[in-house]
């Protein structure tokens, strides 16, 4: 079982920069990939990042490839999603989730078994 928790969220204006926590309560994190996805209103979830288990495979969806960067710090079971130059498009919930794989980090949502509440980004203009 896992349990994740994001935060770091809120508001920022154009351009700037916000970083996302998720820290997860699991007995080994290293045995897990880790992936964030963002729901805006009235649209579906989107894959945003992944990364693997040992944090050198690393993923970006091409609308946030170099602005956003994934990272993990096993030590502290936490992955983080570094957001650079945002824009009121990036305004979403986003989420953290988990699967248990050492394999290389999927891009769908079904391929991920645990998510976190969610935290809110919103991008003003």
């Known amino acids: 079982q896992v349990q994740l928790v994001e935060s770091g969220g809120g508001l920022v204006q154009a351009g700037g920069s916000l970083r996302l926590s998720c820290e997860a309560s699991?007995?080994?994190?290293?045995?897990?990939?880790m992936g964030w996805f963002r729901q805006a209103p009235g649209k579906e979830r989107m894959f945003v990042a992944a990364?693997?288990?040992?944090?050198?495979?690393?993923y970006y969806a091409d609308s946030v490839k170099d602005r956003f960067t994934i990272s993990r710090d096993n030590a502290k079971s936490t992955v983080y999603l570094q957001m650079n130059s945002l824009k009121p498009e990036d305004t979403a919930v986003y989420y953290c989730?988990?699967?248990?794989?050492?394999?290389?980090?999927?891009?769908?949502?079904?391929?991920?078994?645990?998510w976190g509440q969610g935290t809110q980004v919103t991008v003003s203009s």
């Open positions: 990364l693997g288990w040992t944090g050198l495979m690393t």
């Open positions: 989730a988990a699967r248990i794989s050492r394999g290389t980090p999927g891009r769908a949502p079904s391929e991920y078994a645990y």
């Open positions: 699991v007995r080994t994190f290293s045995n897990i990939a």
